[in-house]
């Protein structure tokens, strides 16, 4: 995961066990506290919407089309692609 300050970040668990759905039930939003230079780079894990009890969370990877693998997530609503879905028409569709 590239951070917007250009570190590269391997996630810790339990964020390393989110997976990506093209229809996701959580997002990654990113912390940026200018007052406070220590909270520099953080992350947190929120959900979009109800997640049912053992229900997995998921987040959409959005990865960019030159990084793109086939997605098998069995979404109704999959691309196909693991892929940012504003570049997906740079990417074969299966």
């Known amino acids: 995961m590239e951070l917007q300050s250009g570190r590269l970040l391997e996630p810790a668990p339990p964020f390393?066990?989110?997976?990506?759905?093209c229809d996701p039930n959580c997002e990654i939003f990113y912390w940026d506290d200018a007052d406070?230079?220590?909270q520099k780079d953080r992350l947190w894990?929120?959900?979009?919407r109800p997640i049912a009890p053992g229900?997995?969370?998921s987040i959409?990877?959005?990865w960019p089309a030159d990084a793109?693998?086939?997605c098998r997530c069995g979404s109704s609503t999959c691309r196909g692609w693991i892929v940012?879905?504003?570049?997906?028409?740079?990417?074969?569709?299966?």
């Open 68 to 70: 793109a693998i086939p």
């Open 84 to 94: 940012d879905p504003d570049e997906l028409h740079l990417v074969g569709k299966d």
């Open 45 to 48: 894990l929120q959900t979009i």
């Open 55 to 57: 229900e997995e969370l």
């Open 16 to 21: 390393r066990f989110v997976n990506h759905k």
């Open 36 to 38: 406070d230079p220590s």
């Open 60 to 62: 959409d990877y959005c």
